[in-house]
């Protein structure tokens, strides 16, 4: 190779390297309609990179591998014994004789096999025939009657009753810079070889045809509805080979004038050091060209996953937003000003009957709260705590739906099943959620006695401040905070019983009503950017759950890019 060509080649294997990590990068996590479709071309998208694509432009002049492919019982194994003249390859009647894969090849030629050049996924083992094969791996044969140049790999039937002999079978058809596809005359229209050699043909694979055991009489009939069949799925040139029906010899061999043509063919390949390049060019143009729709094809997927994650995650985020939606709802349509919070509001100002008997001048109302509070001790603990409850309840309640109705949405959705079932604990609120609620509320308790506290800038307002206490005037500024925002109707006065009215008089003849309406802004305020802090966190789970699977949302640019860069490169 000249300088100039040595560069190129550099080039493209550099490119094609790139495709190969962006595909490995590729995850495809979540149970999508095309996961399964992707997963397979991600497969076989790295194993014929690494088996043959690579390996091939990394050493073009490498001998010629040839693997012998078929379905059961088409004679695979007893054809390449015949070839060799020596029984490297089991068979038999058993089924399946060939378990793992045997690669024979001239002696000279070992240099090229013996490494992890081709098949670097396949352990490297020797031994006779007889001996059983682990399971990985791919026995070397060196034979002296195989021309160099050429090696012969003898694989799994393509049918095999064994699911990982079928998809080793296709691994190592995809490793081939040429398919000798062995069948028989009673089986070689079946299906399943023909979405092989389908396959063989969009992808642009070098392939001849071995119709073994076929009766002398039915060649003349047989062989040419196979030319045809081949010409209909793409494959016009592919050469046929027919091997009549004989007896074997002794030792299991096919008598040579059976596979004569055959023979001839081969060895004529191995000596031909142009017809040999002529082949592989094909097959390794073939594969190159099929590596953009394939990868477009993973890419689609990819886009898919990216999808579901995203609707995944938009599912709790838009639940969250519901939630924290609820809680400021909740804050100011009185809900809080109900039950528990009303009744220790009565017992803090007196009974049920004060509420009946104060007038209507803003100072008797002051002067009866006061009298209420000097002449018994005001449960003001007490307000506190239903107040404290109230808004932890709220909180606890809205995000208990949340966590429920995002379990139910991510059951529908695709992938959320299967991560609902490996985190069972999203159905739910976190474990410490309550306590953080509580820790919350009393955090934002404080925060309140500091804006009352803050509010008082002089004597007047501190002297009234104290007549009340600072604790009794920020549990008037609660009340009041959970009145609506846009102020007091008549139908919040009687959902509230009077309460937010009779706090929001105090606080006004203290502060004034814009100090108070700014006071109430910023402690509802404050409890919103607290519950949203809480949520987001809450909401956080379901994103790092999405997340720990993998990122799938560069995955389709980065994959369309290497596939953009290898087509510039090898144009």
């Not at 149970?31 to 091939?56: F, H, K, M, N």
């Not at 068979?91 to 013996?114: C, E, I, M, N, Y």
């Not at 639940?319 to 109900?338: F, I, P």
């Not at 007490?382 to 208990?400: C, F, I, P, R, T």
């Amino acid at each position: 190779m000249t300088t100039s060509e040595t560069t190129e080649a550099s080039v493209l294997v550099e490119a094609v390297t790139g495709l190969r990590d962006a595909v490995e990068s590729s995850v495809l996590p979540l149970s999508t309609p095309g996961q399964a479709r992707g997963v397979t071309v991600r497969r076989e998208l790295i194993q014929q990179l690494d088996d043959y694509v690579l390996p091939r432009l990394r050493s073009i002049d490498a001998p010629l591998l040839a693997v012998v492919g078929g379905s059961t019982g088409a004679g695979k194994s007893t054809l390449v014994n015949s070839i060799v003249g020596a029984q490297v390859s089991r068979s038999g009647v058993l089924r399946p004789t060939t378990t793992s894969p045997v690669l024979v090849h001239h002696p000279q030629d070992r240099k090229w096999f013996a490494d992890q050049r081709i098949l670097p996924s396949l352990a490297r083992v020797t031994g006779g025939p007889g001996e059983e094969s682990a399971p990985g791996t791919v026995r070397l044969v060196d034979s002296s009657s195989l021309p160099a140049g050429m090696a012969l790999l003898d694989a799994p039937d393509i049918d095999s009753v064994v699911h990982a002999n079928r998809e080793l079978a296709g691994q190592l058809l995809a490793a081939a810079d040429l398919w000798l596809f062995v069948t028989t005359a009673a089986r070689y229209a079946d299906a399943v070889p023909w979405d092989l050699l389908r396959t063989a043909a969009e992808r642009g694979t070098a392939v001849a045809i071995v119709l073994d055991r076929i009766a002398p009489e039915a060649v003349d009939e047989i062989r040419p509805h196979l030319a045809a069949m081949l010409r209909e799925q793409g494959l016009p040139t592919a050469p046929i080979f027919t091997v009549p029906e004989a007896t074997l010899s002794p030792e299991g061999f096919l008598p040579p004038e059976a596979m004569g043509r055959l023979k001839a063919w081969l060895d004529a390949l191995a000596g031909d050091a142009r017809a040999r390049s002529v082949v592989v060019s094909q097959t390794l143009k073939g594969a190159m060209s099929s590596l953009s729709g394939r990868t477009s094809t993973l890419a689609e997927v990819s886009d898919e996953q990216a999808l579901a994650a995203e609707a995944l995650k938009s599912a709790a985020s838009g639940n969250y937003e519901r939630a924290t939606q609820g809680v400021k709802d909740g804050m100011t349509d009185g809900t809080l000003l109900r039950g528990e919070v009303l009744a220790r509001w009565q017992e803090f100002v007196g009974t049920g009957e004060f509420f009946r008997q104060i007038e209507s001048t803003l100072s008797k109302w002051r002067d009866k709260l006061t009298a209420a509070v000097k002449g018994q001790p005001a449960p003001a603990e007490d307000l506190g705590e239903a107040l404290q409850s109230g808004v932890a309840n709220l909180l606890v309640s809205h995000a208990s739906a949340a966590s429920a109705d995002t379990a139910r949405e991510w059951r529908r959705l695709p992938g959320g099943d299967t991560l609902l079932a490996d985190h069972p604990e999203l159905a739910k609120p976190s474990a410490d959620f309550n306590p953080r609620v509580e820790a919350m509320v009393r955090q934002w308790q404080g925060e309140v006695f500091d804006i009352v506290r803050n509010e008082g800038g002089n004597r007047r307002t501190n002297a009234r401040i104290a007549a009340y206490g600072v604790n009794g005037i920020g549990l008037f500024l609660m009340l009041v905070s959970f009145a609506a925002t846009g102020g007091l109707t008549g139908a919040e006065v009687g959902i509230a019983g009077g309460t937010s009215v009779l706090a929001q008089r105090v606080l006004e003849a203290i502060f004034g009503d814009q100090a108070v309406r700014e006071m109430a802004a910023k402690a509802r305020a404050s409890l919103l950017a607290h519950v949203a802090e809480l949520y987001e966190t809450e909401e956080q789970r379901y994103a790092a759950v999405v997340a720990s699977v993998g990122d799938t949302a560069e995955q389709s640019a980065a994959l369309h890019a290497a596939a953009n860069r290898v087509r510039e490169v090898s144009a």
